[in-house]
């Protein structure tokens, strides 16, 4: 049974930040609010945790596109390398915000992802899950909660995504109605920016 907590976003209960670390800590699936669409993850750093998720979206953790949710980007160059002085300004100029950005895979990748070349990277533009990352010491995993219809609908209501996930996640966060549209996906990985998907962050400047 997944338990349900409110967290307001404007003022993150330190207590209630903490139950969703201690969660995660031990191995546990977390459904949280972001700036864009709710984010389904888990401990970068708990192998199992990884597996489980990979599990639950069917995919092997050597071919998932999952991206790290990071609480700044002051750990950057532990999971991504060869970030030059335009494209950190980049980086600097749109994060926190409702994108994901592509980069070259750094040294610092747990094992479950050895050997992926690129890394995707979010600073969301919402306080809890970056209180989260922060109060855990290192990213989570993240990948978008959708409906399962033939047309892609994000969930946005956390009690209905805790009622439809209730056997197969640990905790979900209520942090208010989220957004359905996902994060725009730009790629620095060759030190031009391209834009991948068009979602919730204005990407004019490099179209």
Request: charged share 25%; glycine share 8%; net charge negative.
């Given at each position: 049974?997944?338990?349900?907590?409110k967290?307001?976003?404007?003022?993150p209960?330190?207590?209630?930040i903490?139950?969703?670390?201690?969660?995660?800590?031990?191995?546990?699936?977390?459904?949280?609010?972001?700036?864009?669409?709710?984010?389904?993850?888990?401990?970068?750093g708990?192998y199992?945790?990884?597996?489980?998720?990979?599990?639950?979206?069917?995919?092997?953790?050597?071919?998932?596109?999952?991206s790290?949710?990071?609480?700044?980007?002051?750990?950057?160059?532990m999971?991504?390398?060869?970030?030059?002085?335009?494209?950190?300004?980049?980086?600097?100029?749109?994060l926190?915000?409702?994108y994901t950005?592509?980069?070259?895979?750094?040294?610092?990748?747990?094992?479950?992802?050895k050997?992926?070349?690129?890394?995707?990277?979010?600073?969301?533009?919402?306080?809890?899950?970056?209180?989260?990352?922060?109060?855990?010491?290192?990213?989570?995993?993240?990948?978008?909660?959708?409906?399962?219809?033939?047309?892609?609908?994000?969930?946005?209501?956390?009690?209905?995504?805790?009622?439809?996930?209730?056997?197969?996640?640990?905790?979900?966060i209520d942090?208010?109605?989220?957004?359905?549209?996902?994060?725009?996906?730009?790629?620095?990985?060759?030190?031009?920016?391209q834009?991948?998907?068009?979602?919730?962050?204005?990407?004019?400047?490099?179209?």
């Open positions: 049974m997944a338990e349900l907590i967290i307001y976003p404007e003022n209960d330190p207590r209630r903490e139950q969703v670390v201690e969660v995660l800590r031990r191995g546990g699936l977390v459904i949280y609010p972001t700036d864009t669409v709710y984010g389904l993850g888990c401990d970068i708990n199992k945790a990884v597996e489980a998720l990979c599990r639950l979206k069917h995919v092997k953790p050597e071919k998932a596109n999952f790290f949710i990071c609480s700044d980007l002051s750990n950057l160059s999971y991504a390398r060869q970030i030059d002085t335009p494209a950190f300004k980049i980086l600097k100029r749109l926190p915000g409702p950005f592509i980069l070259p895979a750094g040294p610092g990748l747990p094992k479950a992802f050997g992926k070349k690129t890394v995707g990277i979010r600073v969301p533009d919402n306080p809890i899950p970056r209180e989260i990352v922060r109060a855990l010491g290192n990213p989570i995993i993240s990948t978008s909660v959708y409906d399962t219809d033939e047309i892609l609908e994000y969930t946005t209501d956390p009690s209905l995504i805790a009622e439809r996930m209730d056997t197969v996640v640990d905790l979900v942090g208010g109605y989220g957004g359905n549209i996902a994060s725009t996906v730009i790629s620095l990985v060759d030190g031009h920016p834009v991948l998907r068009q979602g919730a962050g204005p990407a004019d400047e490099f179209l």
